[in-house]
């Protein structure tokens, strides 16, 4: 079998004439992988997004658009959650996938895709562990807005000379149901998206992690959290228990909202406002 391509972040093989271009151009260090645009001369992952506009937009438009954001490992995941917070809003529209949207919804969507030209100015480092690893804390955060809510998993290293890194992992989210929750509930069904999230992280890492952190800003989901299924109402109970039961070995604390990086799913982000958020 043959290789045909490959490519490398190896300062090594950079330096030699193995291929034929010039290796400090951006352009061609910029190569797809898994769907992926990863940039070998950084070392870090990078996006971009084609845009399609219309002289009037549908709901089959609005659709068409969010799927053209590939995001395998939820490192955009504020955006896509403004973008579904919108499309919630056309289904309680109850619009036909044909049916033109007002002037005002126009606006609104036409604004938002115009930002997706600053998701170029994003990169994200694809190494997210240290050389000589001490130790590994997975720290993960959890919030819930009444529009919808997310999980939000950070990988915390300490090398054997002090160093520290903390590295954004992944993400998920989830718009809230079409009917009608509490805060409170949505913020549980944030902690169970974490955990789930926290053991497939824990799952595919190579290095066994030293602690799990969990966080929320809930008080309430932290205290039913803490309280024995049977004594709870059946919706909050079958929650509760699939949580326990998936974080034995995990710590569960609370965060003040201010400092909660999982505010940003909850809300959603435009892409302006994502390239310029601190992740």
């Given amino acids: 079998m043959n290789l045909h391509k490959w490519c490398t972040n190896v300062p090594q093989f950079n330096e030699q004439d193995i291929f034929p271009f010039d ?16 940039n070998s001369f950084s070392d870090t992952f990078t996006y971009k997004v084609s845009v399609s506009k219309t002289p ?54 036409e604004a938002f895709i115009d930002t997706l030209q600053y998701l170029e100015a994003i990169s994200v480092p694809r190494c997210v562990l240290l050389t000589s690893v001490k130790s590994i804390i997975v720290q993960g955060f959890a919030d819930a807005s009444s529009k919808a809510y997310g999980a939000v998993v950070y990988i915390q290293a300490v090398s054997k000379t002090g160093e520290t890194r903390n590295q954004l992992l992944c993400s998920k989210s989830r718009v809230a149901p079409l009917k009608m929750m509490t805060i409170p509930r949505l913020e549980l069904a944030a902690c169970l998206l974490l955990v789930k999230l926290t053991n497939k992280v824990l799952a ?13 800003d809930s008080y309430i989901a932290l205290s039913w959290i803490n309280t024995f299924p049977h004594l709870l109402k059946t919706f909050v109970a079958n929650r509760v228990s699939q949580i326990q039961q998936l974080s034995k070995d995990f710590q569960w604390r609370h965060i003040s909202s201010e400092c909660n990086p999982a505010d940003a799913l909850s809300r959603g982000l435009d892409a302006r406002t994502l390239a310029a958020y601190e992740l």
């Fill in 23 to 38: 290796r400090n151009s951006e352009q061609i260090n910029t190569v797809k992988t898994l769907g992926l645009l990863w």
């Fill in 56 to 109: 009037r937009f549908t709901k089959r438009d609005e659709l068409s658009q969010i799927a053209r954001i590939y995001d395998p490992l939820g490192l955009l995941r504020p955006l896509i959650s403004k973008a579904k917070i919108f499309m919630q809003q056309l289904w309680l529209l109850k619009l036909t996938w044909n049916e033109i949207l007002s002037s005002e919804l126009s606006q609104q969507w």
């Fill in 204 to 216: 595919a890492l190579k290095e066994r992690a030293d602690s799990v952190k969990l966080w929320t």
